[in-house]
Nanobody, 126 residues
Framework: QLQLVESGGGLVQPGGSLRLSCAPSGFTLNWYAIAWFRQAPGKEREGVSCISSSGSSTAYADSVKGRFTISIDNAENTVYLQMNSLKPEDTAIYYC???????????????????WGQGTQVTVSS
């Protein structure tokens, strides 16, 4: 089964950092953009960040701009999300997914993404 596997979540204090990883199972990260989403309890899933397969194009939600950095390592076939200055409101399950159609970051519409993983829990609390 083709899917993306997220890892790296955990419990961290406010102001702390985590690095999430997103690796594919059964395919390579070519041709289509990869995005990170998150879903907090009782809230809708939201797009957090996105990167093209070459890494030349990135995008961030306003809520994480300046604190999160997305990157891709094509040699390791992995996308990373470096999260700094974490806040309690960043608490959520984080998912990655691959765009079905585009190698650019102009939409976070969930049904235009595929190969969703199980997610990784990020909890920011003192």
């Amino acid at each position: 089964q083709l899917q993306l596997v997220e890892s790296g979540g955990g419990l961290v204090q406010p102001g702390g950092s985590l690095r999430l990883s997103c690796a594919p199972s059964g395919f390579t990260l070519n041709w289509y953009a990869i995005a990170w989403f998150r879903q907090a309890p009782g809230k809708e899933r939201e797009g957090v960040s996105c990167i093209s397969s070459s890494g030349s194009s990135t995008a961030y939600a306003d809520s994480v701009k300046g604190r999160f950095t997305i990157s891709i390592d094509n040699a390791e076939n992995t996308v990373y999300l470096q999260m700094n200055s974490l806040k309690p409101e960043d608490t959520a399950i984080y998912y990655c997914a691959q765009s079905k159609y585009y190698n650019s970051c102009h939409t976070y519409t969930a049904n235009q993404y595929r190969y969703w993983g199980q997610g990784t829990q990020v909890t920011v609390s003192s």
